[in-house]
C-alpha cells in the first residue's frame, strides 16, 4: 500500500512539475496595431499632404548623420539608422509612413514567428492656415535655434509614433515630426524638424 502511495505521489509531482513548465513557457500574447489619418477639408489639402510627403531633404545631411555602417541609399533615404532591424527616421516621408505600416501587417501575418511581442504605429497628417506662422524654435534633437517668421501659408504637420517591445532589453520608441510650410498658392516654402532624433531604447 505504502509503495502505491509512494508512485502516485511521484507520479502527481511529476505532472504538476510539467504542468509548471508548460504554463511558464507559454507564449505572450502579440499585439500589432496601427492607425494612419491623413485629415484633410479638400484637394488643395489632400495636394499638399502628399507635397510635404513627397519632400527630401538633401542627402549629404542623411549620409552625414548616418552611422558609420548605415548605407544610406541614392534615392528615398529617409532613415539615418536603425535599432534590431528597424530603420530610425530622419524625415517623414510616404515612404517612410509605408514601411512601418507594412511592418505592422507583417508582424500580423507572422505571429508566432514574430520576434516583437508588440509593435505599434501612430501616423497623422494635417493642414492649417495661419495668417502669421513662426516655425519651431528648436531643431529635431531639441536644440534651440532662430524660428522664421511667415505670413498667410499653409503649415502641414506630419507626425509619426512608433513603439515595439520584445521585452525588458529590447524596447524602441521613435517620436518624429515633420513641418512643412506653403505658401498660398502652394509652393513649398520651407521644412522644419527633418533630422536625427532621441530615441529611447532598452
Request: contains cysteine; proline residues 6%; glycine residues 2%.
Amino acid at each position: 500500500m505504502k509503495k502505491i502511495l509512494s508512485l502516485s505521489l511521484v507520479f502527481a509531482l511529476t505532472l504538476g512539475i510539467i504542468s509548471c513548465k508548460k504554463e511558464s513557457e507559454e507564449e505572450p500574447e502579440r499585439v500589432f496595431t496601427k492607425t494612419v489619418e491623413r485629415n484633410f477639408s479638400n484637394e488643395f489639402e489632400e495636394d499638399l499632404i502628399q507635397k510635404a510627403e513627397a519632400y527630401y531633404p538633401p542627402r549629404d545631411s542623411v549620409v552625414e548623420a548616418a552611422y558609420s555602417q548605415m548605407e544610406i541609399p541614392a534615392s528615398k533615404y529617409w532613415f539615418y539608422s536603425s535599432f534590431d532591424g528597424i530603420y530610425i527616421p530622419y524625415a517623414i516621408t510616404k515612404e517612410a509612413v509605408e514601411y512601418y505600416s507594412n511592418l505592422i501587417d507583417q508582424f500580423n501575418a507572422n505571429k508566432s514567428d514574430s520576434f516583437f511581442q508588440t509593435a505599434e504605429l501612430v501616423y497623422s497628417a494635417s493642414v492649417e492656415f495661419h495668417e502669421n506662422y513662426l516655425s519651431p524654435s528648436a531643431n529635431s534633437r531639441g536644440e534651440p535655434v532662430t524660428p522664421e517668421e511667415f505670413e498667410s501659408v499653409y503649415v502641414v504637420k506630419l507626425i509619426l509614433e512608433w513603439e515595439q517591445y520584445c521585452g525588458p532589453v529590447c524596447a524602441m520608441w521613435i517620436n518624429k515630426e515633420r513641418i512643412a510650410v506653403f505658401d498660398e498658392t502652394g509652393q513649398l516654402l520651407d521644412v522644419f524638424l527633418d533630422g536625427p532624433i532621441p530615441v529611447p531604447v532598452s
